[in-house]
């Protein structure tokens, strides 16, 4: 009897480990699935920067063309750029990953309201000078250029009610990325989270097969002896 039950003791702790084996194997695959997922995650966020960087850039190239500065936005639009791809690459590893993708979100933010508000003042200096050289070209000349000076000053009005209202939408759709980027970031942390508990489990699965294993091998030397 004492055999049989030493018999059935050691069968169990082999099936056991059997379970141990095939929860591993499901551990490893889960782990590759998730570390594919955040890769996934970094990689959407990067490209939301990039898209949010180069719309910047584009409409301040946009601006800055119709008020004839169009060459320095575009020195200025690509040096920003090539100073974004470089920190980019030097904040790429693997331990930094998770502060990184949050940093980046809150930045990309943070970076496209002092964009705008820079810009908004810029304009509204030009808009100012603007109107100023007008107003005295104005006076200067005779009362025939005074109607075609008037319809130049309506025209810029037009236009700036235009690139006011182009700049509201693309704000609205560069939030709406962010908040995208953002959510894709709090996912990656929750997949991460669950990993963590998985990763809990299975040490007390295995310590708890451990000491089974021992009581079974105990088992089996006093039925021996």
Same mark, same amino acid.
């Given at each position: 009897k004492e055999v049989a039950e030493a018999a059935d003791a050691a069968r169990k702790a082999q099936e056991e480990c059997s379970v141990l084996v095939a929860v591993e194997a499901a551990k490893k695959a889960d782990e590759e699935r998730l570390a594919k997922e955040v890769a996934e995650a970094a990689q959407a966020?990067?490209?939301a920067e990039e898209e949010c960087l180069v719309l910047q850039e584009v409409e301040a190239a946009t601006k800055a063309e119709q008020e004839?500065?169009?060459?320095? $936005?575009?020195?200025?639009?690509?040096?920003?750029?090539?100073?974004?791809?470089?920190?980019?690459?030097?904040?790429?590893?693997?331990?930094?990953?998770?502060?990184?993708?949050?940093?980046?979100?809150? !930045? $990309?933010?943070?970076?496209?309201?002092?964009?705008?508000?820079?810009?908004? @003042?810029r304009l509204a200096?030009?808009?100012?000078?603007?109107?100023?050289?007008?107003?005295?070209?104005?006076?200067?000349?005779?009362?025939?250029?005074?109607?075609?000076?008037?319809?130049?000053? !309506?025209e810029e009005c037009s236009v700036l009610v235009v690139v006011e209202a182009a700049k509201t939408a693309e704000e609205e759709r560069l939030?709406?990325?962010?908040?995208?980027?953002?959510?894709?970031?709090?996912?990656?942390?929750? @997949?991460?989270?669950a990993l963590e508990a998985d990763e809990a489990a299975k040490k007390a699965e295995e310590e708890r097969l451990a000491k089974e294993a021992d009581e079974a091998a105990e088992a089996a030397r006093k039925a021996e002896e």
């Amino acid at each position: 009897k004492e055999v049989a039950e030493a018999a059935d003791a050691a069968r169990k702790a082999q099936e056991e480990c059997s379970v141990l084996v095939a929860v591993e194997a499901a551990k490893k695959a889960d782990e590759e699935r998730l570390a594919k997922e955040v890769a996934e995650a970094a990689q959407a966020v990067r490209q939301a920067e990039e898209e949010c960087l180069v719309l910047q850039e584009v409409e301040a190239a946009t601006k800055a063309e119709q008020e004839g500065m169009a060459k320095e $936005a575009a020195e200025a639009a690509e040096a920003a750029r090539k100073a974004e791809d470089e920190r980019l690459a030097l904040e790429t590893g693997e331990a930094a990953k998770k502060a990184e993708e949050e940093r980046l979100s809150q !930045e $990309a933010a943070h970076a496209a309201e002092a964009a705008r508000k820079s810009e908004e @003042e810029r304009l509204a200096l030009e808009a100012a000078e603007a109107a100023k050289k007008a107003e005295e070209e104005r006076l200067a000349n005779a009362a025939t250029e005074e109607a075609d000076a008037e319809r130049k000053e !309506e025209e810029e009005c037009s236009v700036l009610v235009v690139v006011e209202a182009a700049k509201t939408a693309e704000e609205e759709r560069l939030a709406k990325e962010a908040a995208e980027a953002v959510e894709a970031a709090s996912k990656a942390e929750e @997949e991460c989270s669950a990993l963590e508990a998985d990763e809990a489990a299975k040490k007390a699965e295995e310590e708890r097969l451990a000491k089974e294993a021992d009581e079974a091998a105990e088992a089996a030397r006093k039925a021996e002896e």
